[in-house]
């Protein structure tokens, strides 16, 4: 059977989306909330994000639907006919009713089969945010999006996830039977936050260390279920974000995080990860 790959832009031309690609019944990829990142939005600015992203959706690459691995041809599904914001399409994962009316398109264009994929890309950042600027609204904002979102997220495609675990004949865990992907960020993690503080960005940090919490705790929850809980962290990349002082270009993220996603299995449920497949200490 054909697998369909569901790829929301999003609502405020934020981030991308980095690995609408991985074979599945089903891809979700929840836009973003602010333009930023890799290929144009994405977590892909400050000193390591998700941005690639974009590139990775279908319109972008060869076929509708190329798997990362193996090739394995698939049906693109675009949310293009959910309404964001401002004129934007896709929905807005600050907007619970948003979310919630994304897992009812998403399950029709499934047609009864479970959702294999669901990828985490949204996010916003804010470069000037220090310790000495940063308010209450900016913390909270950030975190409605980077953390509470792709919270939310997951609760509303869970049933779909937990179908396609459930109707998989494969063992173990993996993006191909049933997973969730976060786009986090090297600035999340609380043991490198020296190497890369000349970037302070307050909220987007502690946003960040919270959607790290939050993918551990999915891990140990929804692994039950046969479901992958991982984090990825796509890199510093030259993107409107992560500004051409960046250290990677997005083809070169996005490769990695393509090259990774078919790897993923039981033993990095609940871990952090970068473009290259390395574990980064939270």
């Known amino acids: 059977m054909g697998r369909k790959k569901y790829t929301p832009t999003h609502p405020r031309g934020g981030w991308g989306n980095p690995a609408a690609g991985q074979p599945g019944a089903g891809e979700a990829v929840p836009g973003r909330s602010r333009p930023a990142g890799p290929g ?6 400050g000193a390591g994000s998700h941005g690639a992203a974009d590139r990775l959706q279908p319109r972008h690459r060869a076929g509708a639907g190329e798997a990362a691995a193996g090739g394995t041809a698939t049906a693109g599904l675009d949310l293009c006919d959910v309404p ?13 009713s948003a979310i919630t009316d994304a897992a009812k398109i998403v399950e029709g264009k499934l047609n009864g089969t479970g959702l294999n994929l669901l990828i ?21 904002r950030t975190y409605k999006t980077n953390a509470v979102g792709p919270m939310l997220m997951a609760q509303a495609f869970l049933p779909l996830l937990k179908k396609a675990a459930r109707e998989s004949t494969e063992k173990g865990l993996s993006c191909s039977k049933a997973a969730i992907i976060n786009i986090s960020t090297v600035m999340g993690s609380i043991e490198k936050t020296p190497e890369s503080f000349f970037k302070p960005v307050i909220s987007y940090r502690c946003s960040k260390a919270a959607l ?7 891990a140990l929850t929804y692994g039950e279920d046969g479901i992958l809980c991982v984090a990825l962290h796509p890199g510093w990349v030259k993107t409107d974000m992560g500004s051409q002082e960046a250290d990677l270009t997005v083809d070169t993220s996005v490769r990695g995080l393509l ?16 473009w290259e497949g390395k574990a980064i200490p939270w």
Do not use: F, W
């Open 40 to 45: 144009k939005g994405g977590d892909g600015g």
């Open 84 to 96: 964001g914001p401002r004129g934007t399409t896709g929905p807005d994962v600050a907007n619970p």
């Open 120 to 140: 985490n890309n949204a996010g916003i950042y804010t470069p000037t945010a220090s310790l000495e600027t940063v308010d209450a609204e900016e913390m909270i």
């Open 212 to 218: 790290n919490m939050l993918t551990k705790c999915q």
């Open 259 to 274: 090259s990774v996603l078919p790897i993923l299995s039981e033993k990095h449920s609940g871990t952090l990860l970068n």
